[in-house]
């Protein structure tokens, strides 16, 4: 199953949220026009070393259950053209999507 939920962030600018029910996982991402940040399930090594052409605006956060938990975690690692972006490992997600705008 998948889910799609708006979220309104304090500059009240609108991203998206979305949750795809899998055997055994949740996937959860939440995006803005420009990046995303991501449950544990996403690779930034991946994102940093083999498709840094693309400079992927990304973070990741473990231990998340639910949309809402990914809006509040802090940020466990992040892409390169993130850490350009000013986003910091521990930055909570919502803070992070923020500087995505």
């Known amino acids: ?8 962030l304090s500059s009240g600018a ?3 949220g979305t949750e795809v029910k899998l055997p ?3 996937l959860l991402s939440i995006s ?8 544990g399930a996403l690779d930034v090594g991946l994102l ?14 473990v ?3 639910t949309l ?3 809006m509040d975690a802090p940020l466990e690692s992040i892409t390169h053209a993130a850490e350009a972006l000013g986003i910091t490992v521990g930055m909570r997600g919502k ?3 923020e500087k995505m705008l």
Request: proline share 2%; hydrophobic share 40%; with cysteine.
């Open 95 to 97: 803070d992070a999507l």
């Open 48 to 61: 940093n070393d083999k498709l840094k052409d693309r400079a992927i605006i990304a973070g990741r956060a």
């Open 63 to 65: 231990g998340v259950r």
């Open 24 to 26: 055994k996982t949740t």
């Open 14 to 16: 609108t991203v998206i």
């Open 32 to 39: 803005t026009d420009n990046g995303y940040i991501m449950c």
């Open 68 to 70: 809402e938990d990914l």
């Open 1 to 8: 199953m998948i889910k799609m939920m708006p979220f309104q």
